[in-house]
T-cell receptor, first 113, second 115 residues
């Protein structure tokens, strides 16, 4: 069964600190993995996308990694800011007769001043 | 570039009533998605359109949910009759093509409360 699991479910850190969010998946056959940021009351916005051959991708203070062998991904946020408070959702796509898009439940990140 | 538009933003109805949501995708985007996001969970795909044809509706509860995309542009999602468990945010997204490499752009969502 195709699944995407994220941890932790929620996280609180102080402004300026770094943090790492985890994503484990059992999606097959793997197409790509995206990290989305979803602010409260808004739709998700894509941060990064990685295919099978990529193992790291950066977008400003956000760095995503992918280990296709262990089927794990992480999103590292450097020097957190108050505006980073949001839910971060890992989304894995699979090739199939009808392409499958599987969303994780997200990690709720709160940045405290 | 204008984003994905959705209306209404909020809707409160009683169970067994009907409700409809509207989505206007980004101009030129061939693929349109409807998602259901229950509080504390990630979005769940309900239906995917490629132009005005359905690509995937395997998770759409067809006994009460229906969707259409006439002329391959705007789309409506209808629930009839609504149940309490339909309370959720309904997100519409669009992308240039259905290839998964293309980024999906999401609208702000419609928050539905069924009482």
């Amino acid at each position: 069964k195709n699944q995407v699991e994220q941890s932790p479910q929620s996280l609180i850190i102080l402004e300026g600190k770094n943090c790492t969010l985890q994503c484990n998946y059992t999606v097959s056959p793997f197409s790509n993995l995206r990290w989305y940021k979803q602010d409260t009351g808004r739709g998700p916005v894509s941060l990064t996308i990685m295919t099978f051959s990529e193992n790291t991708k950066s977008n400003g203070r956000y760095t995503a990694t992918l280990d296709a062998d262990t089927k794990q991904s992480s999103l590292h946020i450097t020097a957190s800011q108050l505006s980073d408070s949001a839910s971060y959702i890992c989304v894995v796509s699979a090739y199939s007769s009808a392409s499958k898009i599987i969303f994780g439940s997200g990690t709720r990140l709160s940045i405290r001043p | 570039e204008a984003g994905v538009a959705q209306s209404p933003r909020y809707k409160i109805i009683e169970k067994r009533q009907s409700v409809a949501f509207w989505c206007n995708p980004i101009s030129g985007h061939a693929t349109l998605y409807w998602y259901q996001q229950i509080l504390g969970q990630g979005p769940k795909l309900l239906i995917q359109f490629q132009n005005n044809g359905v690509v995937d509706d395997s998770q759409l509860p067809k006994d009460r949910f229906s969707a259409e995309r006439l002329k391959g542009v705007d789309s409506t999602l209808k629930i009839q009759p609504a149940k309490l468990e339909d309370s959720a945010v309904y997100l519409c997204a669009s992308s240039l093509e259905g290839d998964l490499a293309y980024e999906q752009y999401f609208g702000p969502g419609t928050r539905l409360t069924v009482t």
